[in-house]
Structures are given as structure tokens and as C-alpha cells.
């Protein structure tokens, strides 16, 4: 069965460093996401991606993050200057825009 | 714009109990509905969904759903609870008309008694 990849499964990085996670949609799918969950809070939104550019982002989503289709294959998040509050478990879902979301493992990204 | 609210943050039962997980909604215009779960270290897994048509909806596992306009609820629920059962469930809704992307409530987390 299909199903989204996520790459690493975890990450420590310190303060300030720049972290790239990483993402395989299902080869089918056009539409790309990420959320994060912070540890005991619910899974948020962060940004949705089709054709190529940014869809839609959330407040959240501000200039230190980034995100990539480089190949492809791969969908990349980047946080340019991590902060302690980074620190949370994050998604990469796909979708082929009418069909429900399909997550990957997820990342935990680990800030010290 | 778009809220989910689970009622409860953690729900008990004993094995062979009746599990209910309540989700309520708000949309300003009809909204595609989701529960997933996720067990410990893992993804998300979709457990149903509601899109249209029938409003009570079956999902894996022996988890069904029922959408109720009236009410702006989509209430999870299993006859008789399994240990295997025990992990995060969440309700997340969607606009038909957006980018697709998800909100999803806080979670509900389950636990089930020998």
C-alpha cells in the first residue's frame, strides 16, 4: 500500500541551528502539507503546497519557515533558526485533492 | 471560521464496553468530516470519514461515525472496546471548497481496562 515517507524519524539540533525534514508524498498525489504537534496540544496546520507554490499558510507558518518540492519526490521543510518552541512532532500529509489525507510517521524535532 | 471540539480529553472503558467519542463542529458551509488515530510513536491513521451521502458512516476496525447536521456532531463509537484499541483519536473537519487542509480538535485519549 502507498503511504507517505518521513525522514528522520528524529532530530535533536540546538538553538539557532537550521533543520531540513523531510518528506516522500504518495507519487500520485498533488497536494502537500505540513503540521506540527506540539507534545500534548493538538496537530496544527502549518502550510499547503500545489503546483509547485505555497496554497494557503497559517500564522505560524512565518518567514523562518520554508518549504520545497526540490525533485519530483520530495517535499522539505526547513526552519531557518530554530527556537525552543520548534520543538515538536511534524507531519507531511498528501492528498490527490478529493480524497482524504494520507500522514506519514512523523518527526520529532527536538530543540536544545 | 472552521472549530472542532472533543468533548473529553481522556475516555475510560472496559474491554467490551461501548466506546463513545464525541467531536463537534463548526462550518459555515458543509464540511467533509474525519476522525483519525494514532497510536503511541506513530502517524495518523484514518479510522472514517464523511464527505456526503450517508451519514452514518463505517470506518476500520469496527469504528463508525454518524453526521448530524442538526446537531454539528460527529460522534465516534464502537459496540465493544479491545485493548488494541487504546491510543489518540482525533476529529478533524474540512471545507469542500479549500486547499484541503485540516482542523483538527485537541484528542481524545482513549483507555481501555482489562
Known amino acids: 500500500e502507498p503511504e507517505v515517507t518521513q525522514t528522520p524519524s528524529h532530530q535533536v539540533t540546538q538553538m539557532g541551528q537550521e533543520v531540513i525534514l523531510r518528506c516522500v508524498p504518495i507519487?500520485?498525489?498533488?497536494?502537500f502539507y505540513w503540521y506540527r504537534q506540539i507534545l500534548g496540544q493538538k496537530v496544527e496546520f502549518l502550510v499547503s503546497f500545489y503546483n509547485n507554490e505555497i496554497s494557503e499558510k497559517s500564522e505560524i507558518f512565518d518567514d523562518q519557515f520554508s518549504v520545497e518540492r526540490p525533485d519530483g519526490s520530495n517535499f522539505t521543510l526547513k526552519i531557518r533558526s530554530t527556537k525552543l518552541e520548534d520543538s515538536a512532532m511534524y507531519f507531511c500529509a498528501s492528498t490527490t485533492g478529493y480524497t482524504e489525507a494520507f500522514f506519514g510517521q512523523g518527526t520529532r524535532l527536538t530543540v536544545v | 471560521a472552521q472549530s472542532v471540539t472533543q468533548l473529553g480529553s481522556h475516555v475510560s472503558v472496559s474491554e467490551g464496553a461501548l466506546v463513545l467519542l464525541r467531536c463537534n463542529y463548526s462550518?459555515?458551509?458543509?464540511?467533509?468530516l474525519f476522525w483519525y488515530v494514532q497510536y503511541p510513536n506513530q502517524g495518523l491513521q484514518l479510522l472514517l470519514k464523511y464527505t456526503t451521502g450517508a451519514t452514518l458512516v463505517k470506518g476500520i476496525n469496527g469504528f463508525e461515525a454518524e453526521f448530524k447536521k442538526s446537531e454539528t456532531s460527529f460522534h465516534l463509537t464502537k459496540p465493544s472496546a479491545h485493548m488494541s484499541d487504546a491510543a489518540e483519536y482525533f476529529c478533524?473537519?474540512?471545507?469542500?471548497?479549500?486547499?484541503?487542509?485540516?482542523?483538527f480538535g485537541q484528542g481524545t485519549t482513549l483507555q481501555v481496562k482489562p
Open positions: 462550518s459555515s458551509v458543509p464540511p467533509y
Open positions: 507519487s500520485n498525489h498533488l497536494y
Open positions: 478533524a473537519v474540512r471545507l469542500s471548497s479549500n486547499t484541503g487542509k485540516l482542523i
